[in-house]
């Protein structure tokens, strides 16, 4: 659900990088980690700003898919 609800919000605001990094959060957490790499990439693309804390959700994911 959560999942959804941040693809909307992304589709319709395409240039907020908080969003996206809500949107890999939800999607690390049903296993999609490459989907949730994809989706960080994307946040740092539109909105530079969200770089370290992108980074540091990365770091996270990698982290996590490595323990699955």
């Not at 999942?3 to 809500?22: K, R």
């Not at 990439?41 to 994911?61: C, F, G, M, W």
């Amino acid at each position: 659900k959560a999942e959804q609800l941040f693809t909307n919000i992304t589709s319709e605001n395409p240039d907020i990088g908080q969003a996206y990094l809500q949107l890999a959060v939800a999607q690390a957490s049903q296993g999609n980690f490459n989907g949730s790499i994809e989706t960080v990439n994307t946040a740092i693309e539109v909105d530079p700003s969200v770089e370290r804390q992108a980074q540091d959700l990365l770091q996270k994911i990698r982290s996590a898919k490595g323990g699955r």
